[in-house]
């Protein structure tokens, strides 16, 4: 309906004359327009492209009027942006009524209260949503959308002619960055939670790790005090977080101070992945704030840390490939099992194994070949896979399976229902330690 009104008008206009009007700028500056054909989107875009690109609301002769609604005589003519107030409220106002409409196309509700009349408290739209409560499902929806919204980053690199190396140096990848938003005060406490995170993360793969605070290099932003507060707060937090660490002077970004953390592989080998950067200059660019604790005065300056804990997916990927030397941890590894029969007697139950096993959620595979069980065995076991599964004769009249570990030579006899058991032991121990993170809310 919308839609065909606003369609309708556009039509009207169109057959209106297109009269010569003035318009009046705040600084006495005077526009040529057109009557009903000039918006105040035009005369912005005449006056500046940052201008234009940033406008969210006008007022023409004292009225609040819409960027994209034309002028309709000689008037005076006020363009908003969001550092002000009337730029500021349109947005949340014009915020809430998408979700409004949100919330009615996706959930039915009724809507109630609307957009808020005191300045400064954001948006929001209360819904009625009668016998509608949130379930399991609404809240893996909301899930989904929020790891979606903090998923790695696509990240494009030139990279001169011969710099590339596999998965280590690439054009296109994926970073796992962060970006906090938090106050001076605030610097110390956040870094040093960062850190923990990074540890945690670190121990479960089996890293260790270098820790290296770079300092303000020759080509800087920002002024001394501010730097030296920075990696003050920076020093503080890495005394605290308690492991050894070295001074790296001159060697931090641009716009601030940062931490390089450097692992070891099972070669000591070492590779720069995750970083944690402090960043005056992007806030004060912006000119960020925020309201103070009494939510009457709003205060500078914001610092924003980017925080990687993998850096680069795809090198930590490699990193991981090189670690392991193709011995992936079960809970990590794309060759978790594999069924080898004896002989083609026992393929059907050799399938039926498999299948058990894969209706469970895990990576299994059966040979299936006619060559000997020596030589099936070999080449799983050069494969790297966590568990080879014999199964013959005997182990499909009794519904077991002969069980090999990795870098075993062991055979050990288990059930169907005792090996899924083991496997789910096997899963459950190193994933949910490393998805359970005890992050600390504020």
Known sequence: MFESIQAEQKTQRLSLSPDPIKVTLPDGTVKDAAKWQTTPFDVAKEISKNLANNALIARVNGVLWDMARPLEQD???????????????????????????????????????????????????????????????HCKQIEAG??????????????????????????????????????????????????????????????????????????????????????????????????????????????????????????????????????????????????????????????????????????????????????????????????CPVSKKSQAYAEKVKDEIYSKGFHVDADLTDRKIGKKVREAQLAQYNYILVVGEQEAETGQVSVRIRDKADLTTMSIEGLLERFSEDAKISFETFVKFPLKLP
Not at 107 to 136: K, V, W
């Open 75 to 137: 008037c005076e003519l006020r363009i908003y942006k969001f550092e002000d107030d009337e730029g500021r409220d349109t947005f949340w106002h014009s915020s809430a009524h998408i979700l409004g409409q949100s919330l009615e196309m996706g959930y039915g509700c009724m809507l109630c209260i609307g957009p808020c009349t005191t300045r400064g408290e954001g948006f929001y739209y209360d819904g009625f949503y009668g016998d509608l409560g949130l379930n399991d499902d």
């Open 146 to 339: 929020a790891l979606k919204a903090a998923g790695p980053c696509l990240v494009f690199k030139h990279r001169a002619r011969g710099a590339l190396s596999g998965l280590t140096r690439v054009r296109r990848f994926r970073q796992d960055d962060a970006h906090i938003f938090c106050r001076e005060s605030q610097i110390k406490d956040e870094v040093r939670e960062a850190l923990k995170f990074i540890d945690y993360v670190y121990e479960i793969f089996g890293f260790t790790y270098d820790l290296k605070l770079s300092t303000r290099p020759e080509n800087s932003l920002g002024e001394t005090a501010t730097w030296e507060k920075a990696e003050s707060a920076l020093k503080e937090a890495l005394d605290e977080f308690g492991k050894p660490w070295q001074l790296n002077e001159g060697d931090g970004a641009f716009y601030g101070p940062k931490i390089d953390i450097n692992v070891s592989d099972s070669l000591s080998r070492k590779f720069q992945c995750a970083t944690l950067q402090l960043d005056f200059q992007l806030p004060n660019f912006f000119k960020l704030e925020y309201l103070a604790e009494d939510e009457a005065k709003i205060e500078r300056p914001v610092v924003m840390i980017h925080r990687a804990i993998l850096g680069s997916v795809e090198r930590m990927f490699a990193i991981l490939l090189m670690h392991y030397m193709g011995k992936w941890p079960f809970w990590l590894s794309p060759c978790q099992a594999i069924v």
